[in-house]
């Protein structure tokens, strides 16, 4: 568990895939720390339960939910031209759900908010990926197993490059793995929904798996630690 006492007052967090799982308990963190928590999601509904749960476990809880559809460039351009509207600081940005365009487009404000921190959820899986840049849409061949450890393993060379890039900028970006997690991630895979089942005793819990993203978003220690790898 984190055990940084760290407080987040006058401080604005955006965490991506917020919902639910480790996404939502730790926007939970942020907001009991006194952050601004901003909770972008694609069901705005279930976005809106989230925040109501937040908000009735942290009182006085600073939270907000905004539409964001990350498998849709579009939604991220519109999504980030709004934010930069109407946000004047962003201090703390959670890919939980991670997207390199979102990153991008609001690098600026992270920058003039200096000091702020990037977290970039990835996972164990990187260690099994392979960058195929021949085909690096899957379109030549599609597995899923091998698509998703690809992608993990994009998520930490994005964090090592763009740690690279902010050398000197004091934002900090580095990825974690939040270990084996009980959440809704293989919802769709019937087969592997029963094995967790099964072995669910032995998994973490959603507030369990926050931690490390907890930990790289707000550990003094790690004020200037840039392009590591946790978990």
Not at 14 to 39: P, Q
Not at 218 to 229: C, D, F, P, R, W
């Amino acid at each position: 568990m984190c055990r940084s006492s760290t407080r987040l007052d006058g401080k604005v967090a955006l965490v991506t895939g917020a919902n639910s799982g480790i996404g939502k308990e730790t926007a939970l963190d942020l907001a009991s720390r006194g952050a601004r928590v901003i909770l972008a999601c694609r069901d705005v509904e279930k976005g809106e339960e989230a925040a109501t749960e937040i908000r009735t476990r942290v009182g006085g809880a600073k939270v907000e939910v905004r539409e964001l559809d990350l498998a849709d460039t579009c939604s991220i351009r519109a999504f980030a031209q709004r934010f930069l509207r109407e946000v004047d600081h962003l201090h703390i940005l959670v890919n939980n759900a991670g997207h390199f365009l979102l990153t991008y487009l609001l690098i600026g404000l992270l920058k003039r908010s200096a000091p702020s921190r990037i977290v970039v959820v990835s996972s164990l899986a990187h260690n099994f990926g392979w960058i195929r840049f021949h085909d690096l849409h899957s379109q030549g061949s599609y597995n899923s197993g091998l698509a998703y450890c690809q992608s993990k393993l994009a998520n930490v060379l994005f964090t090592r490059e763009l740690a690279r890039r902010l050398h000197g900028s004091n934002v900090t970006v580095n990825s974690v793995h939040p270990g084996t997690v009980r959440s809704e991630l293989l919802r769709h895979s019937t087969a592997m929904s029963l094995l967790f089942a099964v072995f669910s005793m032995f998994l973490k819990t959603p507030k369990e798996g926050a931690q490390t993203s907890v930990y790289c978003a707000v550990a003094e220690e790690l004020q200037s630690i840039s392009g590591k790898h946790f978990r």
